[in-house]
């Protein structure tokens, strides 16, 4: 497709829709802008915009499509900004926020001009922010929930689509409580636990400074979404305040429940506590990319000599598997360890299998 992009908010997200939407449409041109000048130097250094535009108004003008990347209180007052300019009568806007309900009430603003705004929410992201970290597959197989309201045209909604079919993500359309209750359980309410299970061992650690060090493996894993950007989050929750504020309150039943059990010592209700959480955590869909993205792990049993890691990371080089994080589990004072590489799809993950067992007789699993 031709035409002109214009990409609000250069980071992660805004980043690598810029760079789906380039590698899939080659002949638009995409004008990006973000108060972050560095930011902007950086997207166009990158090769993810082709141009930086001055201002919104500069860069919005004469637009076909603009998408709005920036944190969800910021959405909220661009759409504003954006209300107020003369833009191309058939432009298209959409975002990326994490929230829907506030974003899409101020779009009314740009509804009343007759503008057509779509929200938008691709549903993959990571705990890393701007755009350095910005890669075109990051929404490969991910949800991406629209929340267009019952005005907006199917051929808009299909022309959205089109824009973005490079993502490879699928889409869904639903509404934005919907939306906002949906993702309150699944990705806000999940971040706020993160976030207090690292507090209270913070606090802990304070008589036991044992504690960071035993807390480096699985306990960094299970929090690893407590490293995204606290200005970000801060704004999702103030945006999602009501449907939080009744998940924490069922949370605190379910926290009450598991106390009694303790307290009463019922160890058949211990064990169908957790026998209930495995069965449901078992069935989730393990090829599906949901809004905590998850890592595709490989174990591979490694002899504790010097240079291994290298020899093995040099053999996915050579096929061109790339991976995104690696480490060493620690053991027992064995002579084995246990290395653990993390890939971004399953397909990299089968493929660095294949090449380890090809290579060495090293012996290799796959974690749940
Ligand atoms: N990080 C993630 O994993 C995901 C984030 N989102 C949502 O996408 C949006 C963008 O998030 P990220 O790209 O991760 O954040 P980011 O922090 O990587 O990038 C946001 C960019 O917006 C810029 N910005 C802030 N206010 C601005 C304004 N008024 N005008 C122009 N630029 C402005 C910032 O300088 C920054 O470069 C947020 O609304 C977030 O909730 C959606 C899905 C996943
Ligand atoms: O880093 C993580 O694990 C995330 O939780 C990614 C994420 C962040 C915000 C979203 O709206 C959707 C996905």
């Not at 209930?276 to 000599?305: H, S, W």
Request: proline share 4%; with cysteine.
């Amino acid at each position: 497709m031709k035409g002109r992009v214009f990409v609000i908010g250069l980071g992660l997200i805004g980043g690598s829709l810029a760079l789906c939407i380039k590698k899939e449409h080659p002949e638009a041109e995409i004008i990006g802008f973000d108060i972050n000048r560095e930011q902007a130097r950086l997207a166009k250094m990158l090769g993810v915009i082709d141009e930086i535009a001055e201002n919104i108004p500069d860069g919005a003008q004469e637009s076909d499509l603009i998408i709005i990347s920036a944190p969800v209180n910021d959405t909220k007052s661009i759409i504003q900004a954006l209300s107020k300019l003369t833009l191309k009568p058939d432009v298209l806007i959409t975002d990326t926020g994490s929230t829907k309900q506030k974003i899409v009430e101020m779009a009314t603003k740009l509804k009343e001009r007759g503008i057509t705004f779509i929200g938008g929410h691709p549903m993959a992201g990571s705990h890393k922010s701007g755009v350095s970290a910005a890669k075109e597959i990051l929404f490969e197989n991910a949800f991406y929930l629209l929340t267009p309201e019952d005005h907006i045209t199917s051929e808009k909604i299909e022309l959205l689509k089109a824009w973005l079919i490079g993502t490879k993500a699928k889409f869904l359309t639903i509404s934005p409580q919907e939306h906002d209750y949906l993702t309150g359980v699944i990705s806000h309410f999940p971040h706020i636990i993160a976030a207090s299970i690292v507090r209270q061992t913070e606090r802990l650690s304070g008589n036991e400074n044992i504690i960071p060090r035993l807390a480096a493996g699985g306990f960094r894993d299970i929090t690893r979404i407590a490293s995204s950007s606290p200005q970000m989050w801060k704004d999702i929750l103030m945006h999602n305040r009501e449907n939080l504020i009744k998940l924490l309150n069922q949370w605190q039943e379910e926290m009450n429940f598991v106390k009694e059990l303790l307290e009463e010592g019922n160890e058949k209700g211990i064990l169908e506590y957790f026998s209930q959480a495995k069965q449901f955590r078992d069935g989730l869909p393990t090829k599906e990319k949901g809004a905590i993205p998850a890592f595709y792990d490989l174990f591979v049993d490694i002899p504790d000599y010097p240079g291994v890691v290298s020899e093995i990371t040099g053999y996915l080089a050579m096929e061109k598997i790339s991976i995104t994080n690696i480490r060493i589990l620690e053991t027992r004072e064995d002579i084995h360890g246990v290395l653990v590489i993390s890939f971004q799809t399953d397909e990299d993950r089968q493929r660095a299998e294949k090449c380890i067992l090809t290579y060495t007789n090293y012996t290799t699993s796959i974690g749940y």
